[in-house]
């Protein structure tokens, strides 16, 4: 069984950067395939990038080329860099795990 910790959430100035970290625990965590979720207020929870075991990755439109997800395997972290940010990707951010198993949630506010 996995479990998840998000953290690195926080208030920023569009165009700003943030780095959110994404701990796991259980010995299965190199071969599942891992993901990160957003969900803004009043909106459903939507797909942001997903990274493979092998590190193969995929992103939402919305952040392509804004944001960048990776992993490392040994320290069982996942990680999503996010610049250039704006105020559209203010939520609550969710690390999610090929197993269903979803972490707590970090909020991520982006304004002026």
């Known amino acids: 069984q996995v479990q998840l910790v998000e953290s690195g959430g926080g208030l920023v100035q569009p165009g700003g950067s943030l780095r959110l970290s994404c701990a796991a625990s259980?010995?299965?965590?190199?071969?599942?395939?891992m993901g990160w979720y957003r969900q803004a207020p009043g909106k459903q929870r939507e797909f942001v990038a997903r990274i493979t075991s092998g590190g193969f990755t995929n992103y939402a439109d919305s952040v392509k080329g804004r944001f960048t997800i990776s992993r490392d395997n040994a320290k069982k972290m996942v990680y999503l860099q996010m610049n250039s940010l704006e105020p559209e990707d203010t939520a609550v951010y969710y690390c999610k795990s090929d197993s269903g198993t979803w972490g707590q949630g970090t909020q991520v506010t982006v304004s002026s």
């Open positions: 259980g010995s299965i965590f190199s071969i599942l395939g």
